[in-house]
């Protein structure tokens, strides 16, 4: 598609992968047409924690396309894209029993064989660094060259700068192949059908539906917590917490005891306004857009535990969205199996903000037939003999 002087893409799906998708495809000449049955950033990117990081990440694929997509906003934040969208700062992985010293020693390694740059820290030199800390603290790695952005901050900047306008409640009905069977002719939507030169699905999990992947994709749902601005407190905390049991029940490395109930982990985020985002939970279960003191009880104790000056601070806002998640735990990235003018590009659960960007910038040069910047070869949908148009 890259020889000719102008071509059309129909996106679905407005969150930070879709818009980030049009953006790169607008910058190649490309008239996009973006699609959402709802609105930009209504769904998982808006529900998101907003971490740009390698931290938390398995080794292998994940590890090395978060440090892909890492670089990438620092290098759109430098050309003014995500200029004071984009905040620098390390994260600070911190262990506070046994199991999760093992577990931090084994995840520090691999960081570190990957080329992330890490720091122990133990005892008198943790507590020094970071006297916000209790002395459940036992250790922590300092992850250098991380980052925090607010998704749906992000997705308004690549719209705006692309000067693309979403075509909002716009609901993708399915999926139109032409005779032949080899390429996408139009999708009918509530609006009418409509025809692109290619067709980019990043519907997070509406994209299930749309290519028969009910068995591949699943809802997760996430809670998380914003607290009243504490200035005092917030500038006692150099970068972003993770503790070990994060590690644990994302799966990111194996442990001697299992992952917390219903997914429980700690992230504490201080926020450039003074306040802290704190989260969250990982659940297969619940409605979508309720929080449940239970889980706010777990995730505010388990925060004050680590952080006591917490305790002085009010809640103001809790939230809950569903992330989507693939079987294996790796994303989709690639072109639709079967399609020459497919593709797909979802399933990236609570990663969505880091490899939002870079992703939608590989999907763009797949369509251009130009060589990705990242390596989407472990996210190839074709793993899956289900992933094609619907029936």
């Known amino acids: 598609m890259q020889s000719r002087s102008s071509f059309s893409v129909i996106?679905?799906?407005?969150?930070?992968?879709?818009?980030?998708?049009?953006?790169?495809l607008a910058r190649r000449g490309a008239e996009v047409?973006?699609?959402?049955?709802?609105?930009?950033?209504?769904?998982?990117?808006?529900?998101?924690?907003?971490?740009?990081?390698?931290?938390?990440?398995r080794p292998g694929p994940m590890m090395t396309a978060a440090m892909k997509g890492v670089a990438l906003?620092?290098?759109?934040?430098?050309e003014g894209l995500f200029a004071g969208a984009f905040k620098r700062r390390s994260t600070f992985i911190i262990a506070a029993s046994d199991d999760e010293c093992a577990v931090l020693d084994a995840h520090s390694a691999a960081l570190a064989s990957a080329g992330v740059t890490v720091k122990t820290l133990s005892d008198a030199a943790l507590h020094h660094s970071f006297p916000a800390l209790s002395r459940q603290a036992k250790m922590a790695v300092e992850v250098h060259g991380e980052g925090h952005a607010i998704g749906y901050q992000i997705v308004?900047?690549?719209?705006?700068?692309?000067?693309?306008?979403?075509?909002?409640?716009?609901?993708?009905?399915?999926?139109?192949?032409?005779?032949?069977?080899?390429?996408?002719?139009?999708?009918?939507t509530n609006r009418g059908d409509l025809r692109g030169d290619a067709v980019v699905i990043a519907a997070g999990n509406g994209s299930a539906k749309l290519l028969g992947l009910s068995d591949v994709l699943t809802p997760r749902k996430g809670q998380l917590l914003v607290t009243e601005r504490a200035t005092a407190l917030n500038a006692l905390m150099p970068g972003a917490?993770?503790?070990?049991?994060?590690?644990?029940?994302?799966?990111?490395?194996?442990?001697?005891q299992a992952a917390a109930s219903r997914g429980l982990g700690l992230v504490i985020d201080p926020l450039t306004t003074g306040q802290f985002l704190i989260g969250g939970t990982r659940e297969d279960f619940g409605r979508r857009e309720t929080n449940d003191i239970d889980a706010v009880t777990q995730i505010l104790s388990s925060a004050v535990d680590l952080v006591p000056g917490l305790?002085?601070?009010?809640?103001?806002?809790?939230?809950?969205?569903?992330?989507?998640?693939?079987?294996?735990?790796?994303?989709?990235?690639?072109?639709?199996?079967?399609?020459?003018?497919?593709?797909?590009?979802?399933?990236?659960?609570?990663?969505?903000?880091?490899?939002?960007?870079?992703?939608?910038?590989?999907?763009?040069?797949?369509?251009?037939?130009?060589?990705?910047?990242?390596?989407?070869?472990?996210f190839n949908p074709a793993r899956f003999n289900s992933c094609g148009v619907a029936a």
Do not use: W
Not at 161 to 176: F, L, P
Not at 241 to 256: E, H, T
């Open 156 to 188: 308004h900047r690549l719209l705006s700068a692309a000067k693309i306008k979403v075509d909002r409640d716009t609901q993708v009905e399915g999926i139109r192949v032409e005779q032949g069977g080899n390429r996408i002719a139009s999708i009918a």
């Open 33 to 57: 047409r973006l699609l959402d049955a709802s609105a930009p950033a209504a769904e998982a990117t808006g529900a998101a924690d907003g971490a740009v990081s390698v931290a938390s990440k």
């Open 73 to 78: 906003y620092g290098q759109l934040a430098d």
């Open 311 to 378: 305790a002085g601070v009010r809640l103001l806002r809790s939230f809950s969205g569903v992330r989507t998640a693939v079987i294996d735990g790796l994303p989709l990235v690639g072109r639709i199996p079967g399609l020459e003018n497919g593709y797909v590009a979802t399933g990236f659960e609570g990663d969505g903000i880091c490899l939002g960007p870079v992703t939608g910038k590989a999907i763009a040069q797949l369509i251009c037939d130009q060589k990705t910047d990242l390596d989407i070869s472990a």
């Open 241 to 256: 917490i993770m503790s070990g049991r994060y590690l644990l029940s994302k799966g990111s490395q194996k442990g001697a």
């Open 11 to 24: 996106v679905v799906g407005s969150g930070i992968v879709g818009a980030a998708t049009a953006y790169f």
